[in-house]
């Protein structure tokens, strides 16, 4: 076993199957030699190293989980279109308890913020993700997260300890709880396609790889936890 880990669950359902990593350079994309594990059939990864510095920076870095087709949902069953769940760095949100889920997924806005907040030319490499230049992004994620998890609390009453909580096993005032959670991951596949014919057309166009990222948008909320 590694000396330093990060355990958690992937859950819409607890999920079997899916890849999960650290984003060390905050791009959504697996990059080689980024930190990864699959999960088991309680949902549950296990990603560890045995270098201290690395791992005070995986725990300031997104954690990504890819759902492929074939994965199995526990509550759901086969999964029949891949989608992706993210949760922001867990340091930052000062939580203990790993899990990453369409509720921890809602949060990426704030991630998307603090990239265009960092004023990047381009996508960080993997090289320096760890690097000051990639805690500086860090950092400004982590104001747009606290920004973003205070106008949840007063608009919706939902703490952020609540977003990021195992909700199958301990569900939140009828709003945090699966059919929720499957509610807001019937977008998730169509996210994913529009990321990839977008990222594709502007690859073909310029003649080098570009990678766009969108996500729900923060007055999508209003409608999730409002019915």
Do not use: W
């Not at 994913?192 to 990678?211: H, M, V």
């Amino acid at each position: 076993p590694s000396t330093y880990s990060i355990t958690g669950k992937a859950i819409d359902g607890y999920i079997s199957g899916a890849d999960v990593f650290v984003d060390q350079n905050f791009n959504f994309l697996f990059d080689q030699g980024e930190l990864s594990a699959i999960t088991d059939d309680e949902g549950t990864f296990i990603i560890g190293t045995n270098d201290s510095d690395l791992y005070q920076c995986l725990v300031n870095r997104p954690i990504v989980a890819n759902v492929p087709v074939g994965a199995n949902d526990s509550t759901s069953g086969t999964v029949r279109d891949a989608y992706q769940m993210i949760l922001p760095p867990i340091e930052n949100l000062g939580s203990n308890t790993v899990v990453v889920s369409p509720f921890t997924s809602l949060l990426s806005e704030a991630i998307l913020k603090g990239k265009a907040d960092s004023n990047l030319n381009e996508e960080l490499l993997f090289e320096e993700g760890c690097e000051s230049i990639g805690n500086q992004v860090a950092n400004k994620i982590s104001l747009r997260l606290n920004e973003l998890a205070t106008n949840i609390e007063d608009s919706f009453n939902i703490p952020l300890s609540v977003l990021l909580s195992d909700f199958v096993a301990d569900p939140y005032g009828g709003i945090v709880n699966i059919p929720t959670a499957q509610n807001i991951a019937t977008y998730f596949p169509h996210i994913k396609q529009i990321n990839e014919i977008i990222s594709s057309d502007l690859s073909n166009k310029f003649a080098k790889d570009i990678n766009t990222n969108i996500s729900l948008h923060n007055e999508s909320l209003d409608e999730i936890f409002s019915g």
